[in-house]
T-cell receptor, first 115, second 114 residues
Framework: AQTVTQSQPEMSVQEAETVTLSCTYD???????LFWYKQPPSRQMILVIR??????QNATENRFSVNFQKAAKSFSLKISDSQLGDTAMYFC????????????FGGGTRLMVKP | DADVTQTPRNRITKTGKRIMLECSQT?????MYWYRQDPGLGLRLIYY???????NKGEISDGYSVSRQAQAKFSLSLESAIPNQTALYFC?????????????FGPGTRLLVL
């Protein structure tokens, strides 16, 4: 079974600064996907960024980027130029390919962006 | 994302009652999922369906059942609700594309079982 661990229950960052959220996972699989989802107070689960394990290049989406270290089974999210609207719970998730494609979620990190 | 809708958005019920949570999608995706989120925790999979004739149990299916009435509709039922089923419930849809797959979530249904 896969496990996903987010070791930082809460973090805070000043507006316009950069913050990195950590995620590690445990799997014996070689083919999988990794995701970061954002859950603002509205409760909606919003996809932030996705990484395919077979790709060596780190994914980037505007102010959001990841540091994917496959050998270390680490998948951190960097948010640059933090904005007040980035305040939310952030969940790291793992998807094993061709096995129901179920998502296994970490426990989440609550991020507060301060003005 | 308005492409995936859930009804009701909030529900209060009593122990022993049967309730149904509904999910509809206009994304045209074949795959649909039901997840549960407890306070301070990530989501856990209850059931999933890859098409109308395909239903599969997830990690925590006990006490739940599902129905896939059509490609666009996937309902979750609690046959006899109990207080520890109080949680936030999410429906999600997906379709494989170009070697990858992403799940898109509905807005969630907050359920309180008294």
């Amino acid at each position: 079974a896969q496990t996903v661990t987010q070791s930082q229950p809460e973090m805070s960052v000043q507006e316009a600064e950069t913050v990195t959220l950590s995620c590690t996972y445990d799997t014996s699989e070689n083919n999988y996907y990794l995701f970061w989802y954002k859950q603002p107070p509205s409760r909606q689960m919003i996809l932030v960024i996705r990484q395919e394990a077979y790709k060596q290049q780190n994914a980037t989406e505007n102010r959001f980027s990841v540091n994917f270290q496959k050998a270390a089974k680490s998948f951190s999210l960097k948010i640059s130029d933090s904005q007040l609207g980035d305040t939310a719970m952030y969940f790291c998730a793992f998807m094993r390919v061709n096995a129901g494609n179920m998502l296994t979620f970490g426990g989440g990190t609550r991020l507060m962006v301060k003005p | 994302d308005a492409d995936v809708t859930q009804t009701p958005r909030n529900r209060i019920t009593k122990t022993g009652k049967r309730i149904m949570l509904e999910c509809s999608q206009t994304k045209g995706h074949d795959r649909m999922y039901w997840y549960r989120q407890d306070p301070g925790l990530g989501l856990r999979l209850i059931y999933y369906s890859f098409d109308v004739k395909d239903i599969n149990k997830g990690e925590i299916s006990d006490g739940y059942s599902v129905s896939r009435q059509a490609q666009a509709k996937f309902s979750l039922s609690l046959e006899s609700a109990i207080p520890n089923q109080t949680a936030l419930y999410f429906c999600a849809t997906s379709v494989p594309s170009g070697g990858t797959e992403t799940q898109y979530f509905g807005p969630g249904t907050r359920l309180l079982v008294l």
